[in-house]
């Protein structure tokens, strides 16, 4: 198997997909399943040695990193708002074709070609105060947006755990052009003490372990320092350059002209 499993808690399984994380949630009628990755593999047989119950799979928003697994379920749920994003990223997968990208070479040309043509049978929108019933846990969708317009994040009050995808991360890219203004994503920040007594973890899409709550803290006092403003350094990146700030272990990549919604 391609994926690296690892048990959170009893109920709770991280898949690693390359860099990216998916979290599988085991209800007693339904398994939720929290992003797909990219997809390159057979998502659906990994997920079977851990539940045969039927699975909600959710994507957190619709990057290619997220929300290109979709394929291997009968229905993927995303926000509305990320359609246009979900479909901009076909470049990406376009060029992952092209270039056979050496971290694929794995993936026969057939395979690759497969996954290529590959796409969801179904998407089903939902949106933030939505609830997921997987017997005996529900689930609220919470909004996350910044990172993405339709970001979002799953509470799972009985593990106390919120799923957040990239939406809430400690290595935030907030330098996209469908990223918020830091200020707008300030309030989402905000927004969470409402569920402040519902969750300890935060499980992102890409850190190898949780992140405790206080951590919300950390990453408003991150974007605080660029109100007053701190200065970070140039960040080069070919698909997403920007600029670069760091404080106590939080990063976060923005636009000089994004900080403050005038
Ligand atoms: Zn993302």
């Known amino acids: 198997m ?8 009893p109920g709770v399984t ?4 390359r860099d990216t994380n998916i979290y599988v949630v085991e209800g007693k009628t339904s398994a939720l399943v929290v992003d797909s990755g990219y997809g ?3 998502l659906k047989s990994q997920i079977e040695e851990i539940t045969r119950k039927p699975i909600i799979a959710v994507c957190t928003h619709g990057h290619i990193d997220h929300a290109f697994g979709g394929h291997h379920f009968d229905a993927i749920h995303m926000s509305r708002k990320e359609l246009p994003i979900y479909r901009k990223h076909d470049k990406f997968k376009k060029y992952i074709l092209e270039n056979h990208a050496p971290d694929v070479k794995v993936l026969s040309r057939e395979a690759l070609e497969e996954w290529y043509r590959a796409k969801p049978k179904r998407i089903e929108f939902i949106e ?3 609830l997921l019933d997987i017997g005996e846990n529900t689930l609220e969708i919470v909004s996350l947006r910044g990172h993405t317009p339709g ?6 009050r009985k593990h106390r755990i919120l799923f957040s995808g990239d939406g809430l991360c400690n290595y935030i890219w907030m330098q996209l ?3 918020s203004y830091l200020s707008e994503y300030y309030e989402i920040l905000n927004s969470l003490s409402a569920y402040e007594e519902d969750f300890d973890f935060i499980c ?7 992140l405790p709550v206080a951590f919300i803290n950390d990453m408003k006092a991150t974007i605080n320092d660029l ?3 701190a200065q970070g350094k140039p960040y080069n990146n070919p698909n997403a350059s920007g600029w670069h700030y760091v404080k106590n272990g939080c990063e976060i990549m923005y636009q000089l002209d994004k900080i403050k919604k005038p």
Do not use: A, M
Not at 4 to 9: F, Q
Not at 151 to 156: K, M, P, T
């Open 151 to 156: 970001s979002i994040g799953i509470l799972d």
């Open 227 to 229: 109100f007053e403003g």
């Open 40 to 42: 390159f593999f057979d």
């Open 14 to 17: 991280l898949l690693r997909d």
């Open 128 to 130: 933030p105060g939505d």
């Open 177 to 179: 052009p469908e990223s």
């Open 204 to 210: 992102n899409g890409h850190s190898h372990e949780p």
């Open 2 to 9: 391609h994926y690296k499993v690892v048990e959170i808690k």
